[in-house]
């Protein structure tokens, strides 16, 4: 049975190896109604996905700025030309003196491997065909950035971030690592522990302030 009219959000726990927009055509085929996402995941990344189902969909630019909570694991000693496992792996064999992660606000470049359209193109499309363009430059907010555990090889981290954050890019920043591992466990006030559920859009309004006020 699909949602109803008004919609619904759909948390969803996306595995590794497809891309936000793979998951969204498969609710959509699974559910046989209109379906969107409210914020993508990089394709090695898994994690809390919301998909929005049938009027749901018009909430999108209220629910795509919420706040994202991440596990991330840094690889210590590699670089990536994509700063991510789906890239060109080199060995430096030298391990980052300093394990902290920048706070605050972070001045981020844009990667070629995002969905940003530069030029009426996804940056992404651009990439596999080897063109590089110059990409923009944004400010992002690190909230918290919190060290769980190193063993010398790979660092883990508990990162809270405002939307539009490249937590690969964030990595990079330790010089001589790369994001081996990237896990999304909170989108503003859902948690990756309620994956499954399908959240009614009143519901929503009461979570989230700013879909309050646009469905009064």
Same mark, same amino acid.
């Given at each position: 049975?699909?949602?109803?009219?008004? *919609?619904?959000?759909?948390?969803? &726990?996306?595995?590794?190896?497809? %891309?936000?927009?793979?998951?969204?055509?498969?609710? #959509?085929?699974?559910?046989?109604?209109?379906? /969107?996402?409210?914020?993508?995941? &990089?394709? =090695?990344?898994?994690?809390?996905?919301?998909?929005?189902?049938? *009027?749901?969909?018009?909430?999108?630019?209220?629910?795509? /700025?919420?706040?994202?909570?991440?596990?991330?694991?840094?690889?210590?000693?590699?670089?990536?030309? %994509?700063?991510?496992?789906? *890239? $060109?792996?080199?060995?430096? *064999?030298?391990?980052?003196?300093?394990?902290?992660?920048?706070? /605050?606000?972070? #001045?981020?470049?844009?990667?070629? %491997?995002?969905?940003? #359209?530069?030029?009426? $193109?996804?940056?992404?499309?651009?990439?596999?065909?080897?063109?590089?363009?110059?990409?923009?430059? !944004?400010?992002? $907010?690190?909230?918290?950035?919190?060290?769980?555990?190193?063993?010398?090889? =790979?660092?883990?981290? $508990?990162?809270?971030?405002?939307?539009?954050?490249?937590?690969?890019?964030?990595?990079?920043?330790?010089?001589?690592?790369?994001?081996?591992?990237?896990?999304?466990?909170?989108?503003?006030?859902?948690?990756?522990?309620?994956?499954?559920? #399908?959240?009614?859009?009143? !519901?929503?309004?009461?979570?989230?302030?700013?879909?309050?006020?646009?469905?009064?």
């Amino acid at each position: 049975m699909g949602p109803p009219a008004a *919609g619904e959000v759909l948390l969803y &726990d996306k595995p590794a190896g497809v %891309t936000s927009h793979d998951v969204v055509a498969r609710v #959509r085929r699974e559910f046989g109604c209109k379906a /969107g996402h409210a914020g993508t995941l &990089d394709p =090695f990344a898994t994690g809390l996905l919301l998909i929005l189902l049938e *009027g749901a969909t018009r909430l999108q630019r209220f629910l795509v /700025g919420l706040p994202k909570t991440y596990l991330a694991t840094a690889r210590l000693g590699w670089r990536s030309s %994509t700063g991510d496992p789906d *890239g $060109e792996l080199t060995e430096t *064999g030298r391990v980052p003196r300093s394990l902290e992660l920048p706070t /605050g606000t972070v #001045r981020q470049r844009v990667p070629m %491997t995002s969905a940003v #359209r530069v030029g009426g $193109e996804r940056l992404y499309r651009k990439a596999h065909r080897g063109e590089t363009v110059a990409t923009p430059v !944004r400010d992002v $907010e690190v909230h918290r950035a919190e060290l769980l555990s190193a063993d010398g090889e =790979f660092a883990h981290y $508990e990162i809270e971030c405002s939307a539009g954050t490249y937590v690969r890019t964030l990595v990079e920043t330790l010089q001589d690592a790369y994001c081996s591992d990237l896990r999304r466990t909170a989108v503003g006030p859902f948690g990756i522990e309620d994956a499954g559920e #399908r959240i009614a859009v009143q !519901r929503v309004a009461e979570l989230v302030p700013a879909v309050a006020e646009a469905v009064r």
